[in-house]
Protein backbone atom coordinates (compact mmCIF):
# COMPACT_ATOMS: atom_id res chain seq x y z
CA UNK A 1 0.00 0.00 0.00
CA UNK A 2 0.85 3.82 0.04
CA UNK A 3 2.63 5.13 2.49
CA UNK A 4 0.94 7.89 4.08
CA UNK A 5 1.92 10.79 6.21
CA UNK A 6 1.01 9.07 9.27
CA UNK A 7 3.18 6.27 7.76
CA UNK A 8 5.99 9.08 7.66
CA UNK A 9 5.67 10.28 11.18
CA UNK A 10 5.79 7.15 12.89
CA UNK A 11 9.06 6.35 11.52
CA UNK A 12 10.44 9.30 11.88
CA UNK A 13 9.16 9.30 15.34
CA UNK A 14 6.93 13.06 14.94
CA UNK A 15 3.93 14.35 14.47
CA UNK A 16 1.77 14.63 11.62
CA UNK A 17 1.84 17.73 11.26
CA UNK A 18 5.42 18.51 11.51
CA UNK A 19 5.69 16.09 8.33
CA UNK A 20 3.07 18.34 6.88
CA UNK A 21 5.36 21.02 7.54
CA UNK A 22 8.09 19.75 5.83
CA UNK A 23 6.11 19.39 3.25
CA UNK A 24 4.36 22.81 2.48
CA UNK A 25 7.03 24.71 3.99
CA UNK A 26 4.32 26.84 6.31
CA UNK A 27 6.20 26.45 9.26
CA UNK A 28 10.18 26.43 10.37
CA UNK A 29 11.08 23.33 11.70
CA UNK A 30 15.04 22.45 12.91
CA UNK A 31 17.71 20.95 10.25
CA UNK A 32 17.96 17.94 12.03
CA UNK A 33 13.97 17.11 12.42
CA UNK A 34 13.43 17.93 8.45
CA UNK A 35 16.39 15.32 7.63
CA UNK A 36 14.43 13.03 9.87
CA UNK A 37 11.70 13.52 7.55
CA UNK A 38 13.13 13.34 4.62
CA UNK A 39 15.05 10.08 5.46
CA UNK A 40 11.43 8.61 6.77
CA UNK A 41 10.35 9.71 3.29
CA UNK A 42 12.71 8.01 1.29
CA UNK A 43 12.92 4.86 3.29
CA UNK A 44 9.26 4.34 2.68
CA UNK A 45 9.25 5.74 -0.59
CA UNK A 46 6.46 8.19 0.23
CA UNK A 47 5.00 10.14 -2.87
CA UNK A 48 3.33 13.26 -1.69
CA UNK A 49 -0.08 13.51 -3.35
CA UNK A 50 -0.09 17.12 -4.59
CA UNK A 51 -3.39 17.69 -5.85
CA UNK A 52 -5.34 16.29 -2.32
CA UNK A 53 -2.61 18.77 -0.84
CA UNK A 54 -3.73 21.45 -2.99
CA UNK A 55 -7.53 20.96 -1.86
CA UNK A 56 -6.70 21.27 1.66
CA UNK A 57 -4.60 24.56 1.68
CA UNK A 58 -5.37 26.23 -1.46
CA UNK A 59 -1.69 25.92 -2.33
CA UNK A 60 -0.41 23.75 -5.18
CA UNK A 61 3.55 24.19 -3.78
CA UNK A 62 4.14 25.29 -7.63
CA UNK A 63 5.38 28.88 -8.40
CA UNK A 64 6.06 29.91 -11.87
CA UNK A 65 9.37 31.91 -12.86
CA UNK A 66 8.33 33.22 -16.91
CA UNK A 67 11.85 34.78 -18.60
CA UNK A 68 11.84 36.84 -22.03
CA UNK A 69 14.26 34.60 -23.59
CA UNK A 70 14.97 31.13 -22.29
CA UNK A 71 18.26 30.78 -24.88
CA UNK A 72 20.02 33.70 -22.87
CA UNK A 73 22.74 32.58 -20.35
CA UNK A 74 21.35 35.05 -17.91
CA UNK A 75 18.01 33.02 -17.91
CA UNK A 76 19.52 30.06 -17.26
CA UNK A 77 21.82 31.64 -14.02
CA UNK A 78 19.01 32.89 -12.85
CA UNK A 79 16.83 29.71 -13.05
CA UNK A 80 19.23 28.12 -11.28
CA UNK A 81 18.78 30.42 -8.00
CA UNK A 82 15.47 30.39 -8.31
CA UNK A 83 15.54 26.79 -8.33
CA UNK A 84 17.48 26.16 -5.20
CA UNK A 85 15.96 28.99 -3.14
CA UNK A 86 12.23 27.41 -4.13
CA UNK A 87 13.83 23.83 -3.31
CA UNK A 88 15.07 25.26 0.03
CA UNK A 89 11.44 26.17 0.71
CA UNK A 90 9.63 22.89 -0.37
CA UNK A 91 8.67 24.71 -3.20
CA UNK A 92 8.83 23.70 -7.09
CA UNK A 93 9.21 25.63 -9.92
CA UNK A 94 7.85 25.88 -13.44
CA UNK A 95 9.57 27.24 -16.00
CA UNK A 96 7.81 29.23 -18.77
CA UNK A 97 9.15 31.48 -21.59
CA UNK A 98 7.42 34.90 -22.64
CA UNK A 99 8.99 35.99 -26.09
CA UNK A 100 8.09 39.25 -24.60
CA UNK A 101 4.35 38.58 -25.22
CA UNK A 102 1.68 40.13 -23.27
CA UNK A 103 -0.67 37.82 -24.19
CA UNK A 104 1.48 34.92 -22.79
CA UNK A 105 1.87 37.05 -19.43
CA UNK A 106 -1.68 37.32 -19.54
CA UNK A 107 -1.96 33.49 -19.38
CA UNK A 108 0.05 32.93 -17.12
CA UNK A 109 -1.33 35.47 -14.63
CA UNK A 110 -4.65 33.74 -15.31
CA UNK A 111 -3.56 30.39 -14.32
CA UNK A 112 -2.10 31.89 -10.67
CA UNK A 113 -5.38 33.37 -10.09
CA UNK A 114 -7.06 29.92 -10.87
CA UNK A 115 -4.63 28.88 -8.34
CA UNK A 116 -2.45 26.58 -10.52
CA UNK A 117 0.74 28.03 -9.19
CA UNK A 118 1.06 29.67 -5.99
CA UNK A 119 2.73 32.59 -7.57
CA UNK A 120 4.72 34.20 -10.39
CA UNK A 121 7.86 36.07 -11.37
CA UNK A 122 7.72 37.86 -14.32
CA UNK A 123 10.62 39.68 -16.23
CA UNK A 124 9.06 41.85 -18.50
CA UNK A 125 10.69 43.95 -21.00
CA UNK A 126 8.35 46.89 -22.09
CA UNK A 127 6.19 48.60 -19.20
CA UNK A 128 3.82 49.84 -22.05
CA UNK A 129 3.18 45.81 -23.65
CA UNK A 130 3.43 43.82 -19.94
CA UNK A 131 0.18 42.64 -19.17
CA UNK A 132 1.06 43.77 -15.54
CA UNK A 133 -1.52 46.89 -15.14
CA UNK A 134 -3.07 48.93 -13.38
CA UNK A 135 -6.57 47.89 -13.07
CA UNK A 136 -6.02 44.47 -13.98
CA UNK A 137 -6.82 41.59 -11.21
CA UNK A 138 -3.31 40.34 -10.23
CA UNK A 139 -2.71 37.24 -8.47
CA UNK A 140 0.66 36.45 -6.31
CA UNK A 141 3.62 38.55 -8.35
CA UNK A 142 6.83 39.85 -8.56
CA UNK A 143 8.79 41.69 -11.31
CA UNK A 144 12.05 41.23 -11.93
CA UNK A 145 14.59 43.39 -14.31
CA UNK A 146 13.91 47.05 -15.53
CA UNK A 147 10.41 47.95 -15.66
CA UNK A 148 8.96 49.65 -13.04
CA UNK A 149 5.22 48.89 -11.93
CA UNK A 150 4.37 50.85 -8.59
CA UNK A 151 1.75 47.99 -7.82
CA UNK A 152 3.15 44.99 -7.24
CA UNK A 153 6.68 43.71 -5.36
CA UNK A 154 9.78 44.47 -7.68
CA UNK A 155 13.59 43.05 -7.33
CA UNK A 156 15.90 44.81 -9.67
CA UNK A 157 19.12 46.22 -9.91
CA UNK A 158 20.02 50.35 -10.37
CA UNK A 159 21.46 50.21 -13.88
CA UNK A 160 21.85 53.88 -14.28
CA UNK A 161 24.20 53.49 -11.78
CA UNK A 162 26.03 50.37 -12.90
CA UNK A 163 26.13 52.09 -16.76
CA UNK A 164 27.73 55.34 -15.21
CA UNK A 165 30.07 53.30 -13.76
CA UNK A 166 31.76 51.43 -16.05
CA UNK A 167 31.72 54.36 -18.37
CA UNK A 168 33.43 56.11 -15.69
CA UNK A 169 36.03 53.20 -15.50
CA UNK A 170 36.97 53.94 -19.12
CA UNK A 171 36.81 57.98 -18.65
CA UNK A 172 39.34 57.79 -16.24
CA UNK A 173 41.20 55.50 -18.20
CA UNK A 174 41.93 58.02 -20.43
CA UNK A 175 39.16 56.88 -23.21
CA UNK A 176 37.26 60.01 -24.79
CA UNK A 177 35.22 57.97 -27.84
CA UNK A 178 32.78 55.72 -25.87
CA UNK A 179 30.53 53.74 -27.60
CA UNK A 180 27.30 51.97 -26.06
CA UNK A 181 25.69 48.48 -27.47
CA UNK A 182 21.79 47.71 -27.12
CA UNK A 183 20.48 51.58 -27.74
CA UNK A 184 16.82 50.80 -28.07
CA UNK A 185 13.20 50.94 -26.32
CA UNK A 186 13.37 48.58 -23.98
CA UNK A 187 13.58 49.41 -20.24
CA UNK A 188 17.14 48.46 -19.42
CA UNK A 189 18.46 49.78 -22.15
CA UNK A 190 17.38 52.97 -21.64
CA UNK A 191 18.23 53.05 -18.03
CA UNK A 192 21.82 52.16 -19.33
CA UNK A 193 21.86 54.49 -21.84
CA UNK A 194 21.13 57.80 -19.02
CA UNK A 195 23.77 56.60 -17.21
CA UNK A 196 26.49 56.52 -20.21
CA UNK A 197 25.05 60.15 -21.10
CA UNK A 198 25.58 61.24 -17.29
CA UNK A 199 28.95 59.59 -16.98
CA UNK A 200 29.88 61.43 -20.28
CA UNK A 201 28.23 65.01 -19.62
CA UNK A 202 30.09 64.82 -16.13
CA UNK A 203 33.47 64.00 -17.74
CA UNK A 204 33.29 67.06 -19.87
CA UNK A 205 31.81 65.14 -23.15
CA UNK A 206 28.90 65.54 -24.77
CA UNK A 207 27.18 62.37 -25.97
CA UNK A 208 27.59 61.13 -30.06
CA UNK A 209 24.81 59.63 -31.27
CA UNK A 210 26.64 57.72 -33.46
CA UNK A 211 28.44 56.29 -30.79
CA UNK A 212 25.12 54.95 -29.59
CA UNK A 213 24.25 51.28 -31.49
CA UNK A 214 20.82 50.47 -31.52
CA UNK A 215 20.03 46.73 -31.04
CA UNK A 216 16.37 45.68 -31.79
CA UNK A 217 16.52 42.11 -30.20
CA UNK A 218 17.68 42.00 -26.73
CA UNK A 219 20.26 39.27 -26.72
CA UNK A 220 23.61 38.77 -27.21
CA UNK A 221 23.62 37.59 -30.81
CA UNK A 222 22.04 40.50 -31.95
CA UNK A 223 24.17 42.93 -29.81
CA UNK A 224 27.35 41.03 -31.80
CA UNK A 225 25.82 41.65 -35.04
CA UNK A 226 24.67 45.15 -34.86
CA UNK A 227 28.27 46.12 -33.32
CA UNK A 228 30.08 43.79 -36.07
CA UNK A 229 27.49 46.51 -38.42
CA UNK A 230 28.90 49.42 -36.25
CA UNK A 231 32.10 48.15 -37.29
CA UNK A 232 32.22 47.40 -40.73
CA UNK A 233 30.59 51.70 -41.30
CA UNK A 234 33.88 53.44 -38.59
CA UNK A 235 37.43 52.49 -37.79
CA UNK A 236 37.34 50.01 -34.88
CA UNK A 237 38.56 51.23 -31.87
CA UNK A 238 42.29 51.85 -30.80
CA UNK A 239 44.01 50.40 -27.80
CA UNK A 240 45.64 53.33 -25.54
CA UNK A 241 49.78 52.63 -25.65
CA UNK A 242 50.95 51.56 -22.96
CA UNK A 243 54.12 53.40 -23.10
Aim: charged share 20%.
Amino acid sequence: MRATVRDVAALAGVSPKTVSNVLNGTFRVTPATRAKVEQAMAALDYVPNLSARGLRNGRTGMIAVALPDLRMPYSGEMLHHFVEAATERGLHVQIEETGTSSEREGELMSRARAQLVDGLILNPVLLETSAVQGGVALPPVVLIGEVDQPIVDHVWIDNVAASREITELLINEGHRRIAIVGAGPMASAQLRLSGYRKALRAAGIEPDPELEIPCTEWHADAAGASFAAFLDRNAPPRMRSSG
